[in-house]
T-cell receptor, first 114, second 111 residues
Framework: EAQVTQNPRYLITVTGKKLTVTCSQNMNHEYMSWYRQDPGLGLRQIYYSMNVEVTDKGDVPEGYKVSRKEKRNFPLILESPSPNQTSLYFC?????????????FGPGTRLTVT | AQSVTQPDIHITVSEGASLELRCNYSYGATPYLFWYVQSPGQGLQLLLKYFSGDTLVQGIKGFEAEFKRSQSSFNLRKPSVHWSDAAEYFCAVAGANNLFFGTGTRLTVIP
């Protein structure tokens, strides 16, 4: 089954404790992206990647890192999480190099930073 | 710069009634437009998309949307709402490297 998976689905952590949210897709997509969803703000892009070893900042990259060592994986790293990073996070992938076609979304990761 | 406005934060309709969710976009060129649905606790699922051609686009689950360039709108419609349509709906426009999403409209369906 074609899908985007994220782990963990739920995470509660404390300020400053490094964490990684994994994202994996099995559709051989080149484009992958991370979004955060906050009430009243919709989804905002954090980082994106057009191919292996190619990543770039989205609209809200501060406090986040990503890497793209393999085509299928695109982990999101929070080196020193803060409470304002409490949010719902979505990973997405697309078959096109540009996100002008359908993006497939993962189920989301709800992160709480205390 | 691209942007999307969904003026209705929350809409309540009766089951069986018709539905229209509004979306206005700002984009310099011909836009690529999308509607996504997010059911509670789920990720986003694509309902339909507009790239070019016929301005009335059919999607899944009985939804359709009409692109009106003169009004910069891409409203989502359904003739008869089912209880399972209760969800949050997002309109989006494609930029060069990402999708720009509206803030969403939450749909409540009452029996």
């Amino acid at each position: 089954e074609a899908q985007v998976t994220q782990n963990p689905r739920y995470l509660i952590t404390v300020t400053g404790k490094k964490l990684t949210v994994t994202c994996s897709q099995n559709m051989n997509h080149e484009y992958m992206s991370w979004y955060r969803q906050d009430p009243g703000l919709g989804l905002r892009q954090i980082y994106y990647s057009m191919n292996v070893e190619v990543t770039d900042k989205g609209d809200v990259p501060e406090g986040y890192k990503v890497s793209r060592k393999e085509k299928r994986n695109f982990p999101l790293i929070l080196e020193s999480p803060s409470p304002n990073q409490t949010s719902l996070y979505f990973c997405a992938s697309s078959s096109d190099r540009l996100p002008t076609y359908e993006q497939y979304f993962g189920p989301g990761t709800r992160l709480t930073v205390t | 710069a691209q942007s999307v406005t969904q003026p209705d934060i929350h809409i309540t309709v009766s089951e069986g009634a018709s539905l229209e969710l509004r979306c206005n976009y700002s984009y310099g060129a011909t836009p690529y437009l999308f509607w996504y649905v997010q059911s509670p606790g789920q990720g986003l699922q694509l309902l339909l998309k507009y790239f070019s051609g016929d301005t009335l686009v059919q999607g899944i689950k009985g939804f359709e949307a009409e692109f009106k360039r003169s009004q910069s709108s891409f409203n989502l419609r359904k003739p008869s709402v089912h209880w399972s349509d209760a969800a949050e709906y997002f309109c989006a426009v494609a930029g060069a490297n990402n999708l720009f999403f509206g803030t969403g409209t939450r749909l409540t369906v009452i029996p």
